[in-house]
């Protein structure tokens, strides 16, 4: 059974830091992995997207990364401003299951100061 | 474009009766619409998957007696609680595609929180 997790669960950092989160899975049978990001009350919004046969997606600032012989992922987040804040979910797409059920992390909620 | 809009937002009601859950995909058809819910603290988790024109597929734990789906028309999708309990309180929130594949990106509604008092 594919299990996802995300740590730290949460992260405060001052406004301008580089910063690094990182999502791991247990099972490598994956079709996709992706970055999501969730403000407060609402719903997802997909930040990006890394195909199984890729190893990274960048897109601004952020850069995802992939290796998916080791079951881990990262987001990086380049320059950090406040409006970063929010809660980021990690959600891989296995194999025999379809195109909605992802599996998501609990995500890791990060707090950028100004 | 492929916005996915859900409503209500927050709706709060009483132990016992039903409560009826839109979603919408405004600038897009789908043939596929995802139900999923989120308890707190805890991770998304993928409820049922509703087809247009037919029966829904629920997930294993998932009482489709209790969470009825409707798929009706290319841009509505919507679940209805049924008697609902405390223990239904969550997060409740749909996704949809522009098409199918596993590699297609999934555009989710803002999500409805549903209180049961």
């Known amino acids: 059974k594919q299990e996802v997790t995300q740590i730290p669960a949460a992260l405060s950092v001052p406004e301008g830091e580089n910063l690094v989160l990182n999502c791991s899975f247990t099972d490598s049978a994956i079709y996709n992995l992706q970055w999501f990001r969730q403000d407060p009350g609402k719903g997802l919004t997909s930040l990006l997207l890394i195909q199984s046969s890729q190893r990274e997606q960048t897109s601004g600032r952020l850069n995802a990364s992939l290796d998916k012989s080791s079951g881990r992922s990262t987001l990086y987040i380049a320059a950090s401003q406040p409006g970063d804040s929010a809660t980021y979910l990690c959600?891989?797409?296995?194999?025999?299951?379809?195109?909605?059920?992802?599996?998501f992390g609990k995500g890791t909620k990060l707090s950028v100061k100004p | 474009g492929a916005v996915v809009s859900q409503h209500p937002s927050r709706v709060i009601c009483k132990s016992g009766t039903s409560v009826k859950i839109e979603c919408r995909s405004l600038?897009?058809?789908?043939?596929?619409m995802f139900w999923y819910r989120q308890f707190p603290k805890q991770s998304l988790m993928l409820m049922a998957t509703s087809n247009e024109g037919s029966k829904a597929t629920y997930e294993q734990g998932v009482e489709k007696d209790k969470f009825l789906i409707n798929h009706a028309s290319l841009t509505l999708s919507t679940l209805t609680v049924t008697s609902a309990h405390p223990e239904d309180s969550s997060f409740y929130i749909c996704?949809?595609?522009?098409?199918?594949?596993?590699?297609?990106?999934?555009?989710f509604g803002n999500g409805t929180r549903l209180t049961v008092t």
């Open positions: 600038d897009f058809q789908a043939t596929t």
């Open positions: 959600a891989v797409s296995s194999y025999g299951g379809s195109q909605g059920n992802l599996i």
């Open positions: 996704s949809a595609s522009t098409y199918q594949g596993t590699n297609s990106p999934l555009h």
